[in-house]
């Protein structure tokens, strides 16, 4: 059974969101996400590569975007961040 996790500034991030549009769109995306963990983008920017380390997904949540990672031996999902999407340049 597959595990997710969500790092605590995940959870920082998310609560700082206060329009019911994009979270409502978070969590389908989350919801996508852990149903098919390959379906972000693993061509991640070098500043996000440099603050979570490799093997990075990214999948837009307009205006923000998902920072996850997943472990296909352990089945473990992990959500690192959900930086403005103009933060990670």
Same mark, same amino acid.
């Given at each position: 059974?597959?595990?997710?996790?969500?790092?605590?500034?995940? %959870?920082?991030?998310?609560?700082? +969101? &206060?329009?019911?549009?994009?979270? =409502?769109?978070?969590?389908?995306?989350?919801?996508? +996400?852990? =149903?098919?963990?390959? +379906?972000?983008? #693993?061509? @991640? *920017?070098?500043?996000?590569?440099?603050?979570?380390? #490799?093997? /990075?997904?990214?999948? #837009? !949540?307009?205006? &923000?975007? +998902? !920072?996850?990672? &997943?472990?296909?031996? $352990?089945? *473990? /999902?992990?959500?690192? %961040?959900?930086?403005?999407? $103009?933060? @990670?340049?």
């Amino acid at each position: 059974m597959r595990s997710v996790v969500y790092a605590d500034n995940f %959870a920082d991030n998310v609560a700082a +969101i &206060y329009s019911h549009r994009v979270l =409502s769109l978070l969590d389908r995306r989350l919801a996508a +996400i852990e =149903s098919h963990p390959f +379906i972000g983008n #693993p061509n @991640v *920017r070098p500043s996000l590569t440099e603050r979570f380390g #490799p093997t /990075l997904r990214t999948f #837009p !949540v307009p205006p &923000y975007t +998902i !920072v996850y990672r &997943y472990d296909d031996e $352990r089945d *473990r /999902l992990e959500f690192l %961040a959900l930086p403005y999407d $103009r933060s @990670v340049w």
